[in-house]
């Protein structure tokens, strides 16, 4: 007899204190309810019941017995919960909240390969510098960019660091000249991010050979927004700070020059946070696995 059923048709004659009743919650016999009682105790080598005409009650070790066999079928029965969410099909709308360059130049493909794969799942995001929370605002995961505070609300899963390197435009570099070391920035025109805080709108860190340099910059253009620094940077206003990732094209056709390129430009922490007491759907397990795996 298959052990798992015997133990599950133990526990509810016990908890039932009949074997008819627990023949008819499993549609089966009182001789098979017996028969199954009577393989574990055979098992064992010891009663678990005491049966008389007219009751049953456990015994020392039914007791025991007893209580771990709830405690196995419980954890069968989450392990199968489990198995039976990885197969279901994400579907539903996601609600997702990310920095607005890293989710226009980054996340935005992740989004769209995650769509095509999972045609029953809306995804809205939203694009936002500004700090939110998961819990209070509704989003069921967020990317963040800085350091958190530990939280026993929030999960945080890290993401490799959201690097920045130093670039500006030929026609630029040929007017003012193209920095050698960290050092020599204080005498260019260094474009900010108006939402940078801290230190980073007036000193810039770079490091290289286990060694830091903070950089003092000056500037007289700061922008809210990404693709405005961008654009000043190509019309040779100044040297830009900007993700790397969001660089590549401009790099890669020669209208922009990575500056200091001996040098580890400054980088944040990321992390994929959401509620750590959410209910994890198939439609949020597989964003969050596709997230980590593409960005840890």
């Known amino acids: 007899m298959d ?10 004659a016990a908890d039932l204190g009949s074997f008819t009743a627990a023949a008819a919650e499993f549609g089966l016999s009182t001789q098979m309810v017996s028969k ?41 029965d989450a392990a199968e919960a489990l198995a039976e969410q990885a197969r279901a099909v994400p579907r539903g709308r996601l609600r997702i909240n990310a920095p607005v360059t890293f989710g226009s130049q980054a996340l935005v493909p992740l989004v769209t390969r995650y769509l095509r794969e999972y045609p029953e799942v809306e995804v809205d995001l939203t694009l936002s510098d500004h700090l939110v929370d998961p819990i209070e605002e509704g989003y069921e995961a967020i990317i963040r960019l800085g350091p958190i505070r530990d939280s026993t609300t929030l999960v945080a899963r890290p993401l490799a660091p959201y690097r920045l390197i130093a670039c500006a435009s030929p026609a630029y570099l040929a007017a003012r000249g193209e920095p050698e070391t960290p050092a020599d920035l204080i005498d260019h025109e260094c474009l900010g991010f108006a939402y940078w805080s801290g230190t980073l709108g007036r000193q810039w860190r770079f490091s290289r050979d286990s060694c830091t340099y903070d950089a003092p910059v000056n500037g007289r253009l700061h922008i809210n ?35 200091l390129p001996d040098y580890d430009g400054p980088s944040r922490p990321m992390h994929l946070l959401y509620a750590a007491d959410q209910h994890m759907t198939p439609k949020l397990r597989h964003f969050i696995d596709d997230v980590v795996k593409e960005f840890a």
């Open 3 to 12: 052990r798992l059923t015997s133990m599950a048709v133990f526990v509810r």
């Open 36 to 76: 199954h009682v009577m393989a574990l105790e055979q098992r064992l080598g010891s009663r678990l019941l005491h049966r008389t005409t007219r009751k049953q009650s456990l015994t020392e070790t039914g007791h025991l017995y007893h209580r771990h066999c709830q405690a196995i079928l419980a954890e069968v």
């Open 225 to 259: 927004d990404w693709k405005g620094l961008l654009r000043a940077a190509l019309e040779g206003y100044g040297i830009t700070l900007g993700y790397e990732a969001a660089l590549t094209e401009e790099l890669y056709a020669g209208r922009l020059v990575h500056l």
